[in-house]
């Protein structure tokens, strides 16, 4: 597999969880993390703000998983 670039990963994460993680290559666990989102996003504007607190979460280990991710493509 080719090398990733850590800027490109990391800043696609940031925009959206797990799309890092498919740009890493990881496809089936960034739309997992990327749907959790969109489904937690929807709830917390619905239902409850405190439910923002999940979606801070899911954010921070999609950055930690891509950060993973890519390290591990790249051999490092």
Known sequence: MAKKN???AIVLSII???LGL???GDVKRGIILAVLA???EVL???V???LGIIVFII???SLYLTYK???AVNGE
Do not use: N
Request: no cysteine.
């Open 6 to 8: 850590m800027i490109i």
């Open 16 to 18: 959206w969880s797990g």
């Open 22 to 24: 498919i740009y890493a």
């Open 38 to 40: 969109i489904i937690f």
């Open 44 to 46: 917390f504007y619905l």
């Open 48 to 50: 409850s703000p405190i």
């Open 59 to 61: 954010w921070i280990y």
């Open 69 to 71: 991710e890519v390290k």
